[in-house]
Protein backbone atom coordinates (compact mmCIF):
# COMPACT_ATOMS: atom_id res chain seq x y z
CA UNK A 1 0.00 0.00 0.00
CA UNK A 2 2.99 2.24 0.89
CA UNK A 3 5.16 1.23 -2.21
CA UNK A 4 5.72 3.65 -4.96
CA UNK A 5 6.95 0.68 -7.33
CA UNK A 6 4.46 0.70 -9.98
CA UNK A 7 5.80 -1.68 -12.38
CA UNK A 8 5.01 -1.27 -16.17
CA UNK A 9 3.52 2.79 -15.30
CA UNK A 10 4.73 5.57 -17.38
CA UNK A 11 5.83 8.62 -16.48
CA UNK A 12 6.89 11.85 -18.97
CA UNK A 13 9.50 13.94 -17.49
CA UNK A 14 10.01 17.56 -19.00
CA UNK A 15 14.08 18.80 -19.14
CA UNK A 16 15.22 15.60 -17.51
CA UNK A 17 18.65 14.87 -19.24
CA UNK A 18 20.03 17.08 -16.71
CA UNK A 19 19.79 18.39 -13.34
CA UNK A 20 16.99 17.80 -11.21
CA UNK A 21 14.88 16.73 -14.30
CA UNK A 22 18.00 13.96 -14.70
CA UNK A 23 17.85 13.17 -10.94
CA UNK A 24 13.82 12.44 -11.02
CA UNK A 25 14.48 10.40 -13.80
CA UNK A 26 17.09 8.06 -12.41
CA UNK A 27 14.71 7.76 -9.52
CA UNK A 28 11.85 7.05 -11.23
CA UNK A 29 13.50 4.18 -13.28
CA UNK A 30 14.85 2.65 -10.19
CA UNK A 31 11.26 2.64 -8.84
CA UNK A 32 10.21 0.93 -12.04
CA UNK A 33 8.67 3.45 -14.05
CA UNK A 34 9.31 3.41 -17.84
CA UNK A 35 10.47 7.14 -19.09
CA UNK A 36 9.08 9.37 -21.48
CA UNK A 37 12.66 11.70 -21.55
CA UNK A 38 11.75 15.09 -23.03
CA UNK A 39 15.06 17.14 -23.91
CA UNK A 40 15.62 20.54 -26.06
CA UNK A 41 19.14 21.14 -26.42
CA UNK A 42 21.26 18.28 -24.44
CA UNK A 43 21.21 15.49 -26.73
CA UNK A 44 24.44 14.09 -25.96
CA UNK A 45 23.49 14.04 -21.90
CA UNK A 46 19.87 12.61 -23.41
CA UNK A 47 21.40 9.88 -25.11
CA UNK A 48 24.02 9.07 -22.23
CA UNK A 49 20.82 9.21 -20.07
CA UNK A 50 18.90 6.83 -21.82
CA UNK A 51 21.91 4.37 -22.39
CA UNK A 52 22.70 4.47 -18.85
CA UNK A 53 19.14 3.77 -17.89
CA UNK A 54 18.37 0.69 -20.57
CA UNK A 55 21.78 -0.99 -19.35
CA UNK A 56 20.70 -0.78 -15.56
CA UNK A 57 16.81 -1.53 -16.13
CA UNK A 58 16.96 -4.15 -19.21
CA UNK A 59 13.39 -4.80 -18.72
CA UNK A 60 11.56 -1.10 -18.72
CA UNK A 61 11.63 1.14 -21.42
CA UNK A 62 13.06 4.22 -22.17
CA UNK A 63 12.57 6.52 -25.33
CA UNK A 64 13.85 10.03 -26.06
CA UNK A 65 11.51 12.89 -26.97
CA UNK A 66 13.05 16.28 -28.59
CA UNK A 67 10.93 18.95 -28.21
CA UNK A 68 11.47 22.99 -27.99
CA UNK A 69 8.40 23.96 -25.22
CA UNK A 70 8.64 27.54 -26.56
CA UNK A 71 6.88 26.42 -29.92
CA UNK A 72 3.10 25.60 -29.23
CA UNK A 73 2.78 23.59 -32.02
CA UNK A 74 5.63 20.74 -30.33
CA UNK A 75 4.41 21.18 -26.72
CA UNK A 76 0.60 20.37 -28.33
CA UNK A 77 2.50 17.06 -30.46
CA UNK A 78 4.20 16.18 -27.23
CA UNK A 79 1.86 13.77 -25.27
CA UNK A 80 0.55 12.28 -28.56
CA UNK A 81 3.68 11.14 -29.29
CA UNK A 82 4.44 9.58 -26.04
CA UNK A 83 1.01 8.10 -26.26
CA UNK A 84 1.89 6.75 -29.44
CA UNK A 85 4.77 4.93 -28.58
CA UNK A 86 3.73 3.66 -25.02
CA UNK A 87 0.04 3.36 -24.97
CA UNK A 88 -0.27 4.74 -21.60
CA UNK A 89 0.58 7.87 -19.72
CA UNK A 90 0.71 7.76 -15.73
CA UNK A 91 2.57 10.61 -14.49
CA UNK A 92 3.58 14.35 -15.70
CA UNK A 93 6.76 15.74 -14.19
CA UNK A 94 6.65 19.58 -15.47
CA UNK A 95 10.23 20.03 -14.84
CA UNK A 96 11.63 22.21 -17.88
CA UNK A 97 12.74 26.06 -17.00
CA UNK A 98 14.44 28.69 -18.09
CA UNK A 99 15.84 31.03 -15.46
CA UNK A 100 16.60 34.79 -16.51
CA UNK A 101 17.13 37.70 -14.35
CA UNK A 102 15.95 40.90 -14.40
CA UNK A 103 13.52 43.34 -13.37
CA UNK A 104 10.46 44.46 -14.28
CA UNK A 105 11.61 47.47 -16.00
CA UNK A 106 14.86 45.84 -17.46
CA UNK A 107 12.49 42.77 -19.00
CA UNK A 108 12.67 42.91 -23.23
CA UNK A 109 9.70 41.32 -24.83
CA UNK A 110 11.68 37.90 -26.05
CA UNK A 111 12.88 37.49 -21.99
CA UNK A 112 8.84 37.93 -21.15
CA UNK A 113 7.56 35.52 -23.90
CA UNK A 114 10.45 32.82 -23.00
CA UNK A 115 9.90 32.77 -19.46
CA UNK A 116 6.15 32.65 -19.81
CA UNK A 117 6.24 30.09 -22.65
CA UNK A 118 8.39 27.57 -21.76
CA UNK A 119 7.26 27.94 -17.55
CA UNK A 120 3.52 28.32 -17.72
CA UNK A 121 2.45 28.18 -21.10
CA UNK A 122 4.14 24.46 -21.79
CA UNK A 123 3.06 23.43 -18.70
CA UNK A 124 -0.73 24.53 -19.25
CA UNK A 125 -0.89 22.40 -22.70
CA UNK A 126 0.76 19.63 -21.14
CA UNK A 127 -1.42 19.20 -18.22
CA UNK A 128 -4.51 19.99 -20.81
CA UNK A 129 -3.62 17.30 -22.88
CA UNK A 130 -2.81 14.97 -20.54
CA UNK A 131 -6.45 14.91 -18.67
CA UNK A 132 -8.01 15.01 -22.12
CA UNK A 133 -6.47 11.70 -23.15
CA UNK A 134 -5.37 10.31 -20.48
CA UNK A 135 -8.17 8.15 -18.47
CA UNK A 136 -6.16 8.83 -14.78
CA UNK A 137 -2.73 10.05 -13.80
CA UNK A 138 -0.31 12.14 -11.36
CA UNK A 139 0.70 15.80 -12.31
CA UNK A 140 3.84 17.15 -10.61
CA UNK A 141 5.10 20.40 -11.26
CA UNK A 142 8.27 22.18 -10.82
CA UNK A 143 7.32 26.10 -9.21
CA UNK A 144 10.41 27.81 -6.91
CA UNK A 145 10.27 28.99 -3.39
CA UNK A 146 10.75 32.42 -4.75
CA UNK A 147 6.63 32.23 -5.35
CA UNK A 148 6.50 33.54 -1.93
CA UNK A 149 8.07 37.14 -2.72
CA UNK A 150 7.45 39.76 -4.64
CA UNK A 151 11.09 40.49 -5.04
CA UNK A 152 11.58 41.70 -9.11
CA UNK A 153 14.83 40.55 -9.45
CA UNK A 154 13.68 37.41 -11.26
CA UNK A 155 10.34 39.24 -12.39
CA UNK A 156 9.19 37.03 -15.58
CA UNK A 157 10.77 33.96 -13.63
CA UNK A 158 8.96 34.39 -10.70
CA UNK A 159 5.44 35.24 -11.80
CA UNK A 160 5.72 32.43 -14.71
CA UNK A 161 6.54 30.31 -11.29
CA UNK A 162 3.46 31.64 -9.14
CA UNK A 163 1.18 31.35 -12.38
CA UNK A 164 2.15 27.20 -12.40
CA UNK A 165 1.36 27.59 -8.79
CA UNK A 166 -2.35 28.93 -9.19
CA UNK A 167 -2.73 26.26 -12.07
CA UNK A 168 -1.70 23.52 -9.82
CA UNK A 169 -4.62 24.70 -7.53
CA UNK A 170 -6.79 24.59 -10.51
CA UNK A 171 -5.86 21.74 -12.08
CA UNK A 172 -6.01 19.85 -9.02
CA UNK A 173 -10.26 20.89 -8.53
CA UNK A 174 -10.70 20.39 -12.09
CA UNK A 175 -8.88 17.17 -12.84
CA UNK A 176 -10.34 15.27 -9.47
CA UNK A 177 -10.77 12.56 -8.48
CA UNK A 178 -9.10 11.06 -11.15
CA UNK A 179 -6.05 13.11 -11.30
CA UNK A 180 -4.06 14.36 -8.24
CA UNK A 181 -1.83 17.80 -8.94
CA UNK A 182 0.84 18.75 -6.82
CA UNK A 183 3.35 21.34 -6.79
CA UNK A 184 7.28 21.34 -5.52
CA UNK A 185 9.04 24.06 -4.58
CA UNK A 186 12.83 23.54 -4.50
CA UNK A 187 14.96 26.56 -2.84
CA UNK A 188 18.65 26.53 -3.16
CA UNK A 189 19.28 23.22 -4.77
CA UNK A 190 21.99 23.40 -7.31
CA UNK A 191 24.20 26.24 -8.93
CA UNK A 192 23.59 27.93 -12.12
CA UNK A 193 25.21 25.74 -15.20
CA UNK A 194 27.24 28.75 -14.91
CA UNK A 195 28.24 29.38 -11.10
CA UNK A 196 29.90 26.74 -8.49
CA UNK A 197 28.99 25.23 -4.95
CA UNK A 198 30.35 28.49 -3.46
CA UNK A 199 27.78 30.29 -5.00
CA UNK A 200 25.29 28.32 -3.62
CA UNK A 201 27.23 27.80 -0.42
CA UNK A 202 26.56 31.77 0.04
CA UNK A 203 23.00 31.60 -0.74
CA UNK A 204 22.67 29.25 2.01
CA UNK A 205 23.92 31.11 4.54
CA UNK A 206 21.56 33.73 4.23
CA UNK A 207 18.49 30.45 4.55
CA UNK A 208 17.41 28.73 8.17
CA UNK A 209 18.93 25.76 7.20
CA UNK A 210 22.56 27.32 6.26
CA UNK A 211 23.05 24.91 3.80
CA UNK A 212 21.99 23.88 -0.01
CA UNK A 213 19.80 20.79 -0.44
CA UNK A 214 20.37 19.57 -3.33
CA UNK A 215 18.31 17.17 -4.86
CA UNK A 216 17.65 14.81 -1.98
CA UNK A 217 14.95 16.57 -0.80
CA UNK A 218 13.36 16.71 -4.09
CA UNK A 219 13.16 13.09 -4.81
CA UNK A 220 11.16 12.88 -0.89
CA UNK A 221 8.76 15.30 -1.68
CA UNK A 222 8.29 13.19 -5.06
CA UNK A 223 8.28 10.07 -3.61
CA UNK A 224 5.61 11.47 -1.11
CA UNK A 225 3.35 12.78 -3.31
CA UNK A 226 3.41 9.53 -5.54
CA UNK A 227 3.04 7.60 -2.18
CA UNK A 228 -0.17 9.91 -0.84
CA UNK A 229 -3.04 8.80 -2.92
CA UNK A 230 -4.96 11.82 -0.62
CA UNK A 231 -2.99 14.45 -1.70
CA UNK A 232 -4.07 16.70 -4.24
CA UNK A 233 -3.27 21.01 -4.61
CA UNK A 234 -0.84 20.83 -2.15
CA UNK A 235 3.23 22.68 -2.99
CA UNK A 236 5.79 20.94 -1.06
CA UNK A 237 8.37 23.33 -0.14
CA UNK A 238 11.84 21.69 -0.26
CA UNK A 239 13.68 24.94 0.58
CA UNK A 240 15.35 24.67 3.66
CA UNK A 241 12.93 27.21 5.33
CA UNK A 242 13.71 29.66 2.53
CA UNK A 243 9.89 30.51 2.00
CA UNK A 244 9.85 31.49 5.72
CA UNK A 245 12.95 33.62 5.77
CA UNK A 246 15.87 35.04 4.42
CA UNK A 247 18.96 36.92 6.30
N1 LIG B 1 18.21 24.43 -9.53
C1 LIG B 1 17.66 25.06 -8.51
O1 LIG B 1 18.34 25.40 -7.53
C2 LIG B 1 16.17 25.37 -8.53
C3 LIG B 1 15.66 26.23 -7.55
C4 LIG B 1 14.30 26.52 -7.57
C5 LIG B 1 13.46 25.94 -8.50
N2 LIG B 1 13.98 25.10 -9.44
C6 LIG B 1 13.06 24.52 -10.43
O2 LIG B 1 13.30 23.12 -10.51
C7 LIG B 1 13.21 22.69 -11.88
C8 LIG B 1 14.53 22.02 -12.30
O3 LIG B 1 15.59 22.92 -12.05
P1 LIG B 1 16.97 22.82 -12.86
O4 LIG B 1 17.86 23.85 -12.29
O5 LIG B 1 17.40 21.40 -12.92
O6 LIG B 1 16.45 23.29 -14.30
P2 LIG B 1 17.34 23.83 -15.52
O7 LIG B 1 18.60 23.11 -15.55
O8 LIG B 1 17.39 25.33 -15.47
O9 LIG B 1 16.39 23.46 -16.76
C9 LIG B 1 15.91 22.13 -16.95
C10 LIG B 1 15.77 21.85 -18.41
O10 LIG B 1 14.79 22.69 -19.00
C11 LIG B 1 14.93 22.50 -20.39
N3 LIG B 1 14.51 23.62 -21.22
C12 LIG B 1 14.92 24.90 -21.18
N4 LIG B 1 14.39 25.57 -22.23
C13 LIG B 1 13.65 24.69 -22.95
C14 LIG B 1 12.90 24.76 -24.15
N5 LIG B 1 12.78 25.91 -24.85
N6 LIG B 1 12.26 23.65 -24.57
C15 LIG B 1 12.37 22.49 -23.90
N7 LIG B 1 13.09 22.35 -22.77
C16 LIG B 1 13.72 23.45 -22.30
C17 LIG B 1 16.43 22.29 -20.64
O11 LIG B 1 16.56 21.14 -21.48
P3 LIG B 1 17.82 20.98 -22.49
O12 LIG B 1 19.03 21.07 -21.60
O13 LIG B 1 17.63 19.67 -23.13
O14 LIG B 1 17.74 22.13 -23.46
C18 LIG B 1 17.01 22.11 -19.25
O15 LIG B 1 17.94 21.07 -19.15
C19 LIG B 1 12.90 23.94 -12.72
O16 LIG B 1 11.52 23.99 -12.99
C20 LIG B 1 13.32 25.08 -11.82
O17 LIG B 1 12.60 26.27 -12.05
C21 LIG B 1 15.31 24.80 -9.47
Sequence with gaps: MFSSVTMEQTALITGAAKRIGKAVALYLAEQGWNLAIHYHSSGRAANALQEELEKTYPNQ????????????FAVEALIPEVLKEFGDLNLLVNNASVFEGSSIQETTFDLLDRQMMINYRAPFLLMRDFARLVDRGIIINFVDTRITTSNSDHAAYSLSKKALWELT??????FAPNFRVNA???????PPEDKDESFLWKLAAKIPMKRPGGAE???KSLEYILNNDYLTGQLLFCDGGENLAVR
Excluded: H, R, Y
Design 61 to 72: KFVLFKSNLQNP
Design 169 to 174: KMAAVE
Design 184 to 190: IAPGVTL
Design 217 to 219: PIL
